[in-house]
């Protein structure tokens, strides 16, 4: 993973487990030779960054060779089983940001709201967070002070290994926290307990965040100070980002606000010297590894980190209809993922005669139809020169639209194929209403509508795309996202020739996050924080968004509900947004709803008790003291 020279060692102690709750955290068979004992494999030094490269790729990779052929975990599909990837679903797939073309399954489950215990996509989620966990309780439980000892472990190794479990440790303060978001009450297990086969005891929501807390707490002040550490490993801003997160949602977890905790740990990662990346678009590409504001990534590389989840998910899913798979460096689009209609009308429509300022001189080409604001009597909305083609802003209606010279039909193109190309006299072309900017190539025969916003973040794609979905099946219906490329921020593709497996890294944690989370905990009354200070944050977020100050905000304009949506506008396609509503208020119920919420078209309110996943079914069975989830 970029600078950790990973090898996925193949220790049963952190394979063995199938992740029902009669966890088994180690089992050495004699007689095998492939097994390695925990004693023998310890005395090579070099076994402990081994093992905390494998912590940290149980992030990224599914197995013990990728993209495939050896899972972690059992029952479902490598790629689906993944752990972003399956956490990325169960965060995205459920809310206004994203839909998912493909049946699979009981994958259809997240965007109909009405997913069981039963649901193998959750089941995945869920065991491989419970995997990740008891791989780290078997490197935490192999590092104490006496085993350290024992194996004389000293000097410069010994600080190093310090190091490792202090991120071990915040490696399962993640996963716990996702399992706290995520389901709730779940089974409990640490490095103390037993080794072997046993039931874990479930512990409350609370409790379980009582816990992480004081982990995360714990290890603070011993991690590696922030940004100071290799890329890709936690320091203590990762620490600070999840505590941050932790007591912004404290409420929704334990009954209690934690505002002012919020604003204290925010505050620690804003002042930690880390600077936001001037360009929005650079956070996403395949070189994001130098971008500036990332505080925590999973790491991701075309050639040495190969999965089907991931980036690789991310990147290849969004990709389908018209678009051109080689625009995001890679050989071919999976045609699946989109986003709705309301997260899309979160984005306002610029001035397109703002916008015009910037092109050149009319030339003698305009377009014409009842989709542009004189309609088919004209006078055409002229062309102006752009380099080496012609452009404009303008803001059309639905309808239809042709180029023509000099207002007149002897020179006129249309496109017969619908496919890019112009020809002499061809057909019309279609259009949806919307603000874009039309480009026409007459040395190439070829155009552009491409819709703008003055938020650079509304980065959409719509030629052959339907702005509302009729049918979540079809790739077309919905606008794509164009956020996750495997192109560098020199337009070149990703090291994997072939164009499958992208180096793009996902930002995890980021700087924008801790502004946004400060603003938020400052509305909320949280002492400490200042509504200046948290109107200033967003002013910097927006000002890269729109490129000028046009987009600024005063302290009165940061209400609860401009911030959830700044949040989907800075944050999207993250991971964020199921946790997000729900702290809002806006995840069931019927007070906020959008495209097929619920199983319906326009969608509808769902019962609250969807807040949180069910226990699989699996895990209930093996382990009957476990209590379900209410309403599953």
């Not at 259809?108 to 869920?126: C, G, K, L, S, V």
């Not at 793009?504 to 924080?529: I, N, Q, S």
């Not at 200033?536 to 209400?559: H, K, W």
Request: proline fraction near 3%; charge should be negative.
């Amino acid at each position: 993973m970029k600078n950790i020279n990973i090898k996925l060692v193949s220790l049963l102690f952190l394979i063995a487990v199938s992740l029902t709750s009669c966890l088994k955290d180690l089992d050495v068979k004699e007689n095998d030779p492939d097994i390695t004992t925990a004693d023998e494999f310890y005395n090579n030094p070099d076994s402990y960054r081994q093992v905390i490269a494998k912590l940290y790729a149980g992030l990224a990779v599914s197995g013990q060779q990728g993209p495939s052929g050896n899972s972690d975990i059992q029952g479902i599909d490598e790629g689906f089983g993944q752990y972003l990837r399956g956490y990325w679903q169960a965060q995205e797939l459920c809310t206004d940001e994203a839909v998912i073309a493909w049946a699979d399954g009981s994958l259809p489950d997240y965007h109909e709201m009405d997913w069981n215990m039963d649901n193998e996509f959750i089941r995945a989620i869920y065991d491989r967070i419970f995997y990740q966990i008891t791989a780290c309780n078997e490197f935490i439980r192999q590092t104490t002070d006496t085993k350290l000892n024992e194996r004389g472990v000293s000097g410069t190794l010994l600080e190093d290994v310090k190091n490792y479990k202090n991120e071990a440790r915040f490696l399962r303060a993640l996963s716990y926290y996702h399992a706290l978001d995520l389901f709730g009450n779940v089974p409990f297990v640490t490095e103390n307990d037993e080794v072997g086969y046993f039931l874990p005891n479930q512990i409350s929501r609370s409790d379980l965040f009582n816990y992480v807390e004081s982990e995360l707490k714990a290890i603070e002040d011993n991690m590696i100070d922030a940004r100071a550490n290799e890329y890709a490993r936690a320091d203590k801003a990762a620490v600070w980002m999840l505590l941050s997160k932790l007591y912004l949602n404290a409420k929704v977890y334990t009954g209690t606000e934690k505002n002012t905790e919020c604003i204290t740990y925010a505050n620690k990662v804003i002042n930690a010297g880390y600077s936001l990346e001037p360009t929005y678009e650079n956070l996403f590409l395949a070189d994001n590894d130098n971008a500036q504001g990332i505080i925590f990534p999973v790491a991701f590389d075309g050639q040495f980190t190969q999965t089907w989840g991931g980036t690789t998910f991310l990147v290849h899913a969004a990709v389908g209809g018209s678009m051109n798979p080689t625009d995001f460096g890679i050989n071919g689009g999976w045609g699946g993922l989109r986003t709705t209609s309301a997260f899309v009308n979160k984005f306002p429509s610029p001035d397109a005669d703002t916008l015009n300022n910037s092109l050149g001189a009319d030339s003698t080409w305009g377009i014409v139809g009842d989709s542009t604001p004189n309609g088919w009597g004209g006078p055409d909305i002229m062309l102006k020169q752009d380099g080496s083609v012609l452009s404009i802003f303008v803001t059309l209606t639905d309808g239809l639209l042709k180029f023509r010279e000099n207002n007149d039909w002897t020179n006129n193109y249309g496109d017969d194929g619908a496919d890019g190309t112009i020809e002499a006299g061809g057909a019309n072309i279609n259009v949806t209403a919307g603000t874009y900017k039309i480009t026409l190539d007459l040395a190439n025969a070829t155009y552009t509508i491409i819709p703008v916003s003055a938020d650079i973040r509304g980065n959409f794609y719509t030629d052959g795309q339907e702005l509302e979905i009729a049918s979540i099946s079809t790739f077309t219906d919905g606008y794509g996202v164009i956020k996750f490329k495997n192109i560098d921020s020199n337009g070149n593709q990703g090291s994997d020739t072939n164009g499958t497996f992208p180096d793009t890294d996902f930002p995890l944690f980021r700087l924008a996050d801790a502004y946004l989370m400060y603003a938020e905990a400052v509305v909320r009354g949280g002492a400490g924080g200042d509504l200046g200070t948290a109107a200033n944050l967003v002013n910097q977020l927006r000002e890269r968004a729109y490129g000028n100050t046009s987009g600024n905000i005063s302290s009165g304009d940061l209400t609860l509900d401009f911030i959830l949506d700044e949040r989907a506008r800075e944050l999207h396609w993250e991971g964020y947004r199921r946790t997000d509503l729900i702290r809002f208020g806006k995840f069931t119920g019927s007070d906020y709803v959008w495209p097929w919420k619920g199983d319906v078209a326009e969608g509808t309110g769902v019962a609250d008790y969807f807040s949180l996943y069910p226990i699989p079914a699996s895990d209930m069975n093996a382990n009957t003291s476990l209590v379900q989830n209410p309403g599953y």
